[in-house]
Structures are given as structure tokens and as C-alpha cells.
């Protein structure tokens, strides 16, 4: 077995860079981008108000605190007014200031008495409440380099340069194979041995979080079978991943059935609770995760593997999970194993609140869990307020 650590060097070191695609920015939320963006125009485009009041020279508010108004000024409007010594003009937030203005007293500092306008504040700085123009960002200079995610405001931002078309990485094909003979295919199967299959739905919405359309299948516990459908769909896809059929059971055919068909071992069996089984294979075409069957250790050994995989080959920058440390709300006792444990857990203000329920078939906890807490394989007892290593799961 190797370490959960060794576990994801591995699968860093072997993640293979997928091709790259224009694509609209209104359809680029989530994905990765594959080159730098350096913005074409100054960031503001130019001078404008930060605020609604009135613009004026600042040279004017040193010789009178009465400004004549002489226009108004709306954003998106007509700035070509002239505002001479002494006067001023309304002006809207986001509004281009005249080139005879440079700053902005906030309409609340300020009395209206017809075209007079007194300045309660004369104490304002040249430049005040202006934006001025690439204050945020000069045309030329980077705007979000390769491997960054593009969230929400990274779209808004990109969409404020005027950018339409972004160069992202293409997601990879993923298909998942289900192993089993206990799945039932009606309600009537189910109590004659039977049970539901929830890893392939599981795991397809894992997949459609991160943007990529997956299908799943069944394929029964027969090696021939199983060697057949992985030479199928290999063919179609960049990844596979194969749920149960990882131990050393006498019905255990993911690993067999991966090498027949000519795909080297990067590891099999990592030293954690949940998910030891994990299998990570490649060959020059195509890799495949052979996934353990307890829907609790499919889920945590995605989040954890499948997962940073997928963003790796995509080009992230971080493709690990968020994590930062926290203290634990209550005491805790490890079972005395030297293997790295992930349980569920959920803030609970400042801290990481271990959550009831935590076997590898059971995904109940899992439904209100924020995060995964890592606890070492070196230590066993915890107290209260121990600092641990805390997964966000989003």
C-alpha cells in the first residue's frame, strides 16, 4: 500500500494535458483556461465618478465653496461640457468626467439652491471619489493567467474588457462502468438479494459539478464481459471509471480485466479509510480509476483522486481540494490503524464538527457534510479544540 500523499503524486505526475477550444464567454463558467488573457483596454476606460454628486477642478474649491452648476452628466451621456473656474457640473456614478474635471464632492456634502451649489466639505483631496482610468488595469497587463477557474466574477470581469471568446481546456470524455450482479432492474427484484445501484448516478452528477455529460452502465462480474466493454469504450474516451471489483475477491475482475487490455498499474490499495482498493491505471491512450463499490468510498475517493485527476489534465493551478485547518468542536479517538481516515464534517462557527455516521457503505452523513477532515495514520486521539486538516467538498 502507499500513502494518501504518494497516492496523489502519482496521479499528478501521470494526469495527461488535454487539447484546447475557443468557446463564448456565456458558456465558459467552471472551465480552465489554456493561455493568458491580457486585457486590450485600459481598466477603467477612463475617468469617471465613483459616486453621484459633482465633478469640478479642484483648483476651484480654493478660492469659494459656491460652484455655479452649468450641465448634468449621466453615465453612458454627452461629457464633452466644458466646466469652467467656479462651476461645477451634475454627475452620475460611472459617468465620464470632463477633461476639465478631477474630482467629485458626493451629493450629500453638498446644499442646492437653484444653479448655487454650496460645498458643506472643503476639505476634499484633488482626484477625490474619481475612478481614473486603468487604475484597475492598463491594456497590455495580465488579466487572469493559464489555470485559472473561471468563476462568476471572473466571467463579469473578462465580460468588462469586452472579451467574447476564451481559449479553455476541452473536458475530458469520461464513461463509467458499474460492476455487480446485485443490482436489481425492477422494484420487484429488490429483498431477493438485490439492491439499488447508486455509484453510476452518484458519480455522473460528481462529473456534471464540474461541466462534463457522463453515462454510466452495468456490466455484470464476469471478467470476459468486463475486458469486453472496457476495449468498447476505451476507444470513445480519455477516462474510465469502473466502480467495484478492486479487491481480491474471487468475483474481482476490474484489475485483470484492465490489464488484458494492456493498461499498466500506476498503484492499487492506498493506506486510508475509506477507499483502500483504490486502482489507478494507465496506457498511452486512456486511463481508468477502478473505484471501490461502498458508495461512501466511491464518493471520498473521487473528491480526492478522480477528481484532482480531471482538473490536473485540464491545466488548474490548484487541482486539490480547498483546505485550511481548524479546530475540532468535540474530542475524538481514532480506531487504533495506522491509515490515513477521511470523515465527514461541517463548520460549526470557527470550527470543524465531526459528523454522526461514518462507514464506508453509508452516504447519509455525507448529504450535510461541508467537508472531509483528515486525520493522520500516526495519530490517534484528538481533544477538543486540536487543530485538523479540513477538505471543503465545493
Given at each position: 500500500?502507499?500513502?494518501?500523499?504518494?497516492?496523489?503524486?502519482l496521479i499528478l505526475k501521470h494526469a495527461k494535458p488535454v487539447a484546447s477550444?475557443?468557446?463564448?464567454?456565456?458558456?465558459?463558467?467552471?472551465?480552465?483556461?489554456?493561455?493568458?488573457?491580457?486585457?486590450?483596454?485600459?481598466?477603467?476606460?477612463?475617468?469617471?465618478?465613483?459616486?453621484?454628486?459633482?465633478?469640478?477642478?479642484?483648483?476651484?474649491?480654493?478660492?469659494t465653496s459656491v460652484?455655479?452648476?452649468?450641465?448634468?452628466?449621466?453615465?453612458?451621456?454627452?461629457?464633452?461640457?466644458?466646466?469652467?473656474?467656479?462651476?461645477?457640473?451634475?454627475?452620475?456614478?460611472?459617468a465620464k468626467l470632463p477633461a476639465s474635471c478631477d474630482t467629485v464632492i458626493i451629493q450629500e456634502k453638498t446644499v442646492a439652491e437653484g444653479v448655487q451649489i454650496t460645498l458643506t466639505n472643503t476639505k476634499l483631496k484633488p482626484g477625490a471619489n474619481v475612478r481614473i482610468a486603468g487604475e484597475?488595469?492598463?491594456?497590455?497587463?495580465?488579466?487572469?493567467?493559464?489555470?485559472?477557474?473561471?468563476?462568476?466574477?471572473?466571467?463579469?470581469?473578462l465580460a468588462s474588457l469586452g472579451i467574447?471568446?476564451?481559449?479553455?481546456?476541452?473536458y475530458p470524455k469520461v464513461h463509467i462502468i458499474c460492476t455487480g450482479n446485485e443490482f436489481a432492474k425492477n422494484q420487484s427484484e429488490v429483498g431477493q438479494g438485490k439492491i439499488f445501484e447508486s455509484n453510476g448516478q452518484m458519480l455522473v452528477s460528481c462529473l456534471s459539478?464540474?461541466?462534463?455529460?457522463?453515462?454510466?452502465?452495468?456490466?455484470?462480474?464476469?471478467?470476459?464481459?468486463l475486458t469486453d466493454l472496457i476495449a468498447l469504450r476505451e476507444n470513445q474516451h480519455d477516462l474510465l471509471l469502473i466502480t467495484g471489483g478492486v479487491s481480491v475477491g474471487d468475483y474481482d475482475f476490474t484489475l485483470p480485466a484492465l490489464e488484458v487490455n494492456g493498461y499498466e498499474t500506476i498503484f492499487h490499495n492506498i493506506s486510508q479509510k475509506p477507499g483502500k482498493p483504490l486502482l489507478f491505471t494507465a496506457k498511452e491512450t486512456c486511463t481508468a480509476f477502478g473505484l471501490p463499490g461502498n458508495p461512501r468510498a466511491v464518493l471520498i475517493c473521487f473528491l480526492e483522486y478522480v477528481r484532482v485527476y480531471i482538473m490536473q489534465v485540464m491545466g488548474?493551478?490548484?487541482?486539490l481540494l480547498n483546505q485550511l485547518w481548524l479546530p475540532l468542536t468535540d474530542s475524538f479517538s481514532k480506531k487504533n490503524d495506522k491509515r490515513t481516515h477521511f470523515l465527514a464534517a461541517k463548520m460549526q462557527g470557527n470550527g470543524a464538527e465531526l459528523l454522526n455516521i461514518q462507514g464506508s457503505h453509508m452516504l447519509s452523513s455525507m448529504t450535510d457534510a461541508q467537508g472531509l477532515i483528515v486525520l493522520p495514520p500516526d495519530r490517534h486521539e484528538y481533544q477538543k479544540g486540536d487543530m485538523v486538516e479540513f477538505h471543503f467538498l465545493t
Open positions: 500500500m502507499i500513502s494518501r500523499k504518494d497516492a496523489s503524486k477550444e475557443e468557446i463564448d464567454l456565456r458558456r465558459a463558467l467552471n472551465r480552465v483556461l489554456a493561455s493568458d488573457v491580457k486585457s486590450p483596454i485600459d481598466h477603467p476606460i477612463f475617468d469617471q465618478s465613483a459616486m453621484d454628486g459633482y465633478c469640478f477642478s479642484h483648483s476651484s474649491v480654493s478660492q460652484l455655479t452648476l452649468c450641465g448634468e452628466i449621466q453615465a453612458g451621456g454627452n461629457s464633452e461640457i466644458v466646466v469652467g473656474p467656479g462651476e461645477c457640473a451634475r454627475i452620475f456614478t460611472g484597475q488595469l492598463q491594456r497590455g497587463e495580465m488579466a487572469l493567467d493559464t489555470g485559472s477557474v473561471l468563476n462568476s466574477a471572473a466571467i463579469g470581469f467574447s471568446k476564451i481559449n479553455v481546456a476541452k459539478k464540474l461541466g462534463i455529460k457522463a453515462e454510466y452502465e452495468v456490466c455484470t462480474d464476469h471478467l470476459k464481459d488548474a493551478k490548484n487541482p
